[in-house]
């Protein structure tokens, strides 16, 4: 995404001076839609990051086959597993999904953090929205 908008501030630069043109045929494309080309991978890189979501889940080790199967069974392969973290006695689960997936499971679904807790021994059950921006 940085490597987008870097590209893009090139673009702008080498407009401001007139020289794109001298650079920017050897694309056969004009300028116009090659800046039109740029402007939508620009959104589509934005609205990609605010759509996903993480379901991080804290356990007990003994478990773990149990998280994974209800994982499965509510989310299939929509969730991908990102990390799983494991001690001797814990484990932590991150899986990432769209937000479109978990707020059709949450409508089959209400209690679904309710669920997990079903299954014994889990410490946390978390939802969270990814996010690749870093705050001061």
Known sequence: MAGTYLLAMI???????KTVSKY?????????RLSA??????IMGAIR??????LIIRAKRSCCENIESQVFR?????AVLRVKNTTEENAEYIYELSRKILEKVQKQHPALTDDFYN????ESVN???QSDEIYN
């Not at 920017?24 to 116009?32: C, G, K, M, S, T």
């Not at 080309?37 to 620009?42: G, N, T, Y």
């Not at 509510?74 to 929509?78: I, K, L, Q, S």
């Open 49 to 54: 990051s605010d759509n996903r979501m993480l």
């Open 74 to 78: 509510y989310f299939g392969t929509g």
């Open 24 to 32: 920017f045929h050897i694309f056969h494309l004009p300028f116009d």
């Open 37 to 42: 080309i740029f402007l939508i991978f620009l």
């Open 119 to 122: 299954l014994g021994q889990i």
């Open 127 to 129: 939802i969270v929205a």
């Open 11 to 17: 673009i702008l630069f080498l407009y401001k001076f």
